[in-house]
């Protein structure tokens, strides 16, 4: 090497260097002016957030995204319904949800054209305001695996959560799925649906509200030791495929007195080497948005987390905390 490219290299590191400084500097002005700000947040992200394409909410886009950028969360990712086995594809109806057709309408996944458009419309629109991400919830069933692949092959997604919401398309919340079945026999079997499915299916990016089922366990908390076997499997094949966990800050609006999914999974998940984690309110409505995002990340950072991600075109970007 002679002295020229010695000088290159030193040059070079030191722009690095400015450039670090540099993003410091901006991030700290930029986070003064969010109540983000005071936690500390790098980024406050939402990525997990219902609009009017689910059979579920009737939020606009465009007022979601308005009220995103109005409570300073810099990136969101829209994750709409899609339960195959149980909802139907839209056809020739409407678009999305209005409240006053929703009694007269069956329950519809997403429609997927028009949800793909008005996401690229609204990216123009609000370009350099805020970062929309393309994402879905996919609510996975082992027998439903092959609908997932067609429509994941037919987008170009920035991130899928996937989520386990039926199991026999039974649902969880009507007790469907419970019903005739002891405690351990559906804690059990919940568990044993997902590690199949993702023994069978690698095209997404985090397990959603991985410990649902305890939501809608009308018996009472079922000792997490009776389904440890089950959960570190699933954690250790997530981890194995680089894929992650979401924590999902709806605990608090139902009232949980631990996160979902529980502190004992999110531990399990570190100890056993995760690192990738997304936050998200798993909001339906106004009110849902941004909510315990910063108050989670507090948590985590006292687990020894130290980043949290969002996603690009299905990549994870990790984000220090
Ligand atoms: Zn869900
Ligand atoms: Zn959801």
Redesign the pocket.
């Known amino acids: 090497m002679h002295c020229e490219d010695g000088f290159a290299i030193v040059y070079f590191l030191l722009i690095l260097r400015m450039r670090d400084c540099y993003t410091i500097i901006i991030s700290c002005g930029s986070v003064f002016q969010t109540e983000a700000r005071e936690e500390g947040i790098y980024m406050y992200a939402d990525y997990h957030v219902h609009t009017y394409y689910s059979d579920d909410s009737d939020y606009p886009m465009e007022q979601l995204i308005r009220d995103a950028i109005g409570m300073g969360l810099s990136e969101i990712c829209f994750t709409d319904?899609v339960d195959y086995g149980i909802k139907q594809d839209w056809i020739d109806q409407s678009d999305v949800y209005h409240p006053e057709e929703k009694a007269t309408l069956p329950m519809m996944n997403v429609k997927y054209p028009a949800y793909h458009a008005e996401i690229n419309r609204m990216r123009n629109k609000y370009a350099g305001k805020i970062v929309i991400r393309e994402g879905m919830?996919f609510?996975i069933q082992v027998h439903t695996i092959p609908q997932y692949q067609k429509l994941f092959d037919s987008y170009p997604f920035d991130f899928i959560?996937l989520?386990c919401?039926q199991v026999e398309d039974k649902e969880f919340w009507t007790q469907d799925f419970q019903n005739n079945k002891t405690q351990r026999e559906y804690n059990r079997k919940y568990y044993e649906e997902i590690l199949e499915v993702i023994r069978k299916y690698k095209e997404y990016s985090v397990l959603?509200?991985l410990d649902?089922i305890t939501r809608y366990d009308m018996a009472g908390s079922y000792p997490f030791e009776n389904v440890k076997d089950l959960v570190a499997e699933i954690l250790k094949q997530a981890i194995k495929d680089g894929k992650g966990i979401e924590i999902?800050t709806s605990s608090h609006r139902y009232g949980l007195n631990d996160l979902t999914p529980s502190r004992q999974i999110v531990r399990l998940y570190r100890d056993l080497g995760g690192t990738v984690i997304t936050i998200g309110s798993?909001a339906h409505k106004q009110e849902h948005l941004g909510a315990y995002i910063k108050e989670t990340v507090e948590e985590l950072k006292r687990m020894g987390f130290s980043s949290i991600c969002t996603f690009e075109k299905m990549k994870p970007i990790f984000h220090r905390l």
Do not use: P
Request: aromatic share 0%.
């Open positions: 319904h919830e609510g959560l989520s919401h959603g509200h649902m999902n798993d």
